[in-house]
């Protein structure tokens, strides 16, 4: 079993930058693909970025490529989440995600990721 703590959101003004955080519990991190998604107020949870277990390939949702980055720290059971250039739009809470499949088509479902953190809310004034 993996246990997901996030942390590092709050308010920030549009085109400012923010960095999340996901710990994992447990010793089979690195056994997991890893994955953000966001859930805006009245909207369905969206796929936002996913990486691979040794961290070698990612993936990103269309609206924040470019200006998101993904990246985990095996050693440290953490993976992360650098917003760059934050829009309003933006605004949701954000959770991170373990996936266990190998392949990366199923890497943009929510349906397909066995652990979830509580989440973190950001939030981008404009």
């Known amino acids: 079993q993996v246990q997901l703590v996030e942390s590092g959101g709050g308010l920030v003004q549009a085109g400012g930058s923010l960095r999340l955080s996901c710990a994992a519990s447990?010793?089979?991190?690195?056994?997991?693909?890893m994955g953000w998604f966001r859930q805006a107020p009245g909207k369905e949870r969206e796929f936002v970025a996913a990486?691979?277990?040794?961290?070698?390939?990612?993936y990103y949702a269309a609206p924040v490529k470019g200006r998101f980055t993904i990246s985990r720290d095996n050693a440290k059971n953490t993976v992360y989440l650098q917003m760059n250039s934050l829009k309003p739009e933006d605004t949701a809470v954000y959770y991170c995600?373990?996936?266990?499949?190998?392949?990366?088509?199923?890497?943009?479902?929510?349906?397909?990721?066995?652990?979830w953190g509580q989440g973190t809310q950001v939030t981008v004034s404009s």
């Open positions: 995600a373990a996936n266990p499949y190998y392949s990366s088509r199923y890497y943009y479902e929510d349906d397909k990721y066995d652990y």
């Open positions: 447990g010793r089979t991190f690195s056994s997991y693909a």
């Open positions: 990486i691979t277990r040794n961290g070698g390939d990612t």
